[in-house]
């Protein structure tokens, strides 16, 4: 196995360090402060766009992309890995980037199964950072970590598709620049189980589409929302389909291998963020005559931060470098193997420095609340911990039965 990073990807590392320490933690307080002023929870701060811009002139941009495009050759997932662990540290960086989920799994389905004139008209826009999006699965009527069970009927009707179904926990459908929901629903109920379903690319502003209403995670209004979403007789063209009709199930499989080894990478980012705080705090804090650094339980709780964080990284460099020399499904059992692991390892390490921060740790004073209501929630976004170990348990018992 060689985890060395490639010199393209060594030198973007150079730069986004650069670029977190001189652009992206300074702005942190300044979209907290745009925020709070605009009222709005689902305000598009303008400094947001400020680093965008910044991060675009640095080639810092796209950086996700697996394929040679204008902004860089494409980076294999070793390489984008670190890349997306440094930002992973901040809530803003990967937006800053054009690199934050749901979108990087969208731009590369619609790379991967976009007509010309899809990919003209959404994937363009959206890779230049001009437009956001949303990937509109999971329903609050079905248990929806069973896809087979998504309801959402695709009718057609002559030239047209017709939606009728209602979606939740949509990300980024709150985000003032979203203009396209890529929509899995069914096109024929009567197909073979994994051939019912279909993706068809939904504009945010055709008639019957409605942003209900924003679903708060643990109280906290995400600024791109994670919205319930009504589609009643939405009409699109045919051509609006992705793929072909019935391929839905298999496009989703292509989308959450890479979004979830993303999801992880940011994660890492996220602990080590919240041991570097904690280590901070308690070298600066005395209690019963020492530095709380000092007394011997906080040695232990920093050491067990340091040995998962460097597990639960390699763990994800392994799976990356699975994906880059034997392809996706080959990575399976490990990217479901990180999915349940990272999110877990990084809960541990956020609860310790919350724990280490006294009251000030729930508080808004530090990112560390926000940071683990986040990292709770991917134990649910893209699978729950019990399917994905349902499915490495199946491919484990297989051997032996076999
Ligand atoms: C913050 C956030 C953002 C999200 N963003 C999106 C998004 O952008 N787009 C989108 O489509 N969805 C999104 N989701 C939804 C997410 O993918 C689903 O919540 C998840 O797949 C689970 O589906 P469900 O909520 O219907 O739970 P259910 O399917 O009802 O499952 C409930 C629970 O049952 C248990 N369970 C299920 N299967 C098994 C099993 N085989 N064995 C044992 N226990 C089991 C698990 O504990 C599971 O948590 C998001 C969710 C959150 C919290």
Request: with cysteine.
């Amino acid at each position: 196995m060689d985890f060395a990073l490639s010199p393209t990807a060594n030198e973007l590392r150079g730069k986004l360090l650069a670029f977190m320490h001189e652009r992206v933690y300074p702005a942190e307080a300044v979209y907290r402060e745009q925020m709070a002023a605009s009222g709005d929870p689902h305000h598009h701060a303008p400094i947001i766009e400020e680093l965008k811009a910044d991060a675009r002139s640095r080639g810092l941009w796209n950086l996700f992309l697996p394929h040679k495009t204008q902004w860089n050759d494409g980076l294999s997932n070793i390489d984008y890995a670190p890349l997306a662990e440094i930002m992973g540290r901040s809530p803003i960086a990967s937006e800053a980037c054009n690199c934050s989920a749901p979108d990087t799994g969208n731009m590369e389905i619609l790379t991967m199964f976009g007509t010309d004139e899809q990919k003209e008209r959404w994937l363009h826009p959206l890779l230049e950072g001009e437009i956001r999006s949303c990937f509109s699965m999971t329903e609050p009527a079905v248990a929806s970590s069973d896809a087979t069970n998504i309801q959402l009927r695709i009718e057609r009707q002559g030239d047209e598709y017709v939606l009728n179904g209602r979606k939740w926990f949509i990300s980024g459908a709150a985000h003032p620049h979203c203009a396209i929901s890529i929509v899995m629903g069914k096109t024929d109920p009567d197909a073979a189980t994994h051939r019912q379903q279909s993706m068809v690319l939904v504009p945010m502003d055709t008639p019957g589409v409605d942003v209900m209403r924003n679903l708060t995670v643990f109280g906290y209004s995400d600024a791109e929302g994670h919205c319930e979403v009504d589609y009643d007789d939405v009409r699109v063209p045919v051509g609006n389909v992705l793929g072909e009709e019935g391929g839905g199930f298999a496009i989703a499989q292509a989308r959450l291998g890479p979004g979830r080894i993303h999801h992880c990478m940011r994660t890492i980012g996220a602990a080590e963020r919240a041991l570097e705080l904690l280590c901070e705090r308690l070298l600066s804090r005395t209690a019963f005559g020492k530095p709380i650094a000092e007394q011997g339980i906080w040695e232990e709780r920093i050491a067990d931060a340091r040995i998962a964080i460097d597990q639960a990284r390699l763990y994800t460099f392994y799976a990356a470098w699975l994906m880059d020399t034997q392809g996706n499904k080959a990575a399976r059992t490990e990217i479901a193997g990180i999915k349940v692991a990272i999110p877990l390892m990084a809960l541990q390490v956020i609860d310790d420095a919350i724990q280490g921060f006294g009251g000030a740790g729930v508080s808004q004073d530090t990112p560390l609340a926000a940071m683990y209501a986040w990292i709770r929630c991917l134990r649910l976004a893209d699978g729950p911990d019990e399917v994905h170990r349902r499915s490495i348990a199946q491919r484990e018992l297989r051997k032996h039965r076999a």
